[in-house]
């Protein structure tokens, strides 16, 4: 299997990803939302052994946006890249926006009780107000 690789606009930052990425979720929340500046983030999550910085170091800046997670993009070019945590070390949030190469699809909708008003999500995938099994799903879609 090819490594799946990464870069910020610029193309400062490039990384590359070894085996699968874990299940992708496009996410609603609202640190999400003004981070991409999108209706939602499409994420996957990583063990640490399997990500890669190629180039770029010198160009990474980080934003703590809570205790728990420090996020972290290009200072050139500001492309929102990945997010680290600290009560979970060993897992990299991984933007799939800045992936070539990606085969997996989004199974599910995360966060969506802070989904932006005007976004309808109509894909039909399952919903979830935070974590999928953190708290009781809000309603399979079947649109
Ligand atoms: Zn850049
Ligand atoms: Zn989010």
Known sequence: ????????????????ISGQLGAVYNCHCSKCRRWHGAPF???????????????????????????????????????PLHSTYADRPNVIGIAIGALEGVESKPEANIFTASKASWYEITD???????????EAKVRETNE
Do not use: H
């Open 1 to 16: 299997m090819s490594n799946i690789q990464g870069k910020c606009l610029c193309e400062a930052v490039s990384y590359e």
């Open 41 to 79: 983030r499409t994420r996957a999550s990583i063990d640490v052994s399997q990500f890669k910085l190629l180039s770029g170091e010198n160009c990474l800046s980080t934003f703590k946006s809570s205790e728990n997670v420090t996020k972290f993009f290009c200072k050139v070019c500001g492309s």
């Open 124 to 134: 039909g995938l399952p919903q979830y107000k935070s974590w999928p099994g953190s």
